[in-house]
């Protein structure tokens, strides 16, 4: 929501003048993550070479700064899904009752990255999966937790996964994350793309989405790319 990032990003710049509550938010905002398996059900390989899959996580600045650094994504958009066209902007999802997440829509090279394993990141590094249409300082069901799968495959392998880390308790609380297909992605106003890599020093990215791209880079070394794939270029 407008207004309520705002707020969040006071609330973020307040909280970066006091030593120990950064170091609180910036664990939670990924550092304590659980480690989760590699999914036992993945996409059928195809002789495709790029791929699409669309995913939501709480704000997007975030999402789509951490898959941007991921080896075998050529591209990510931020933007708007589950609700119709007219809307697919900014102000009118941050209202709340357009049906809409904020999204990342991700073109990738299956022989490089595979499906699942851009699931695992999203479980585990991305955001937290447990959370109920939230996600750190940002609530209302446009933050929600959800996987929008572009084929019948995708439905497949997003649904294994979710039983297959529900069945491990990995996660201390349930998976709250929804799988909702057939739902189309709208792509966001341009303010809002590469925004995490254009404004690393912004407080609100600073604490809630950096230290996302830590974990990324720790947990999975081999798949983490130091020069992200930005929109603009």
Known sequence: ??????????????????TACAG???????TTAPEIPTATVDQSVTSDTTATAVLAGGCFWG???VFEHVKGVNRVLAGYTGGAAQTAHYDEVSADDTGHAESVQISYDPHQVSYGTLLRIFFSVAHDPTEINRQG????????????PQTDDQARVANAYIAQLGASHVFSAPI????????????????????MADN????????????????????????YSEQPVLVKG
């Open 1 to 18: 929501m407008a207004r309520p990032r705002t707020l969040a990003v006071l609330g973020a710049a307040l909280c970066v003048l006091t």
């Open 24 to 30: 609180l938010m910036s664990s939670a905002g990924g």
């Open 63 to 65: 999402m789509q700064g």
């Open 137 to 148: 300082p940002d609530t209302g069901t446009q933050y929600r937790s959800a996987i929008f």
């Open 176 to 195: 709250a994350t929804t799988v909702e297909a057939g739902r189309t992605f709208y792509p966001a106003e341009g303010y809002h793309q590469d925004y």
């Open 200 to 223: 690393p020093t912004n407080a609100y990215i600073a604490i809630n989405d950096a230290p996302k791209l830590t974990e990324l880079k720790l947990r999975y070394p081999a798949l």
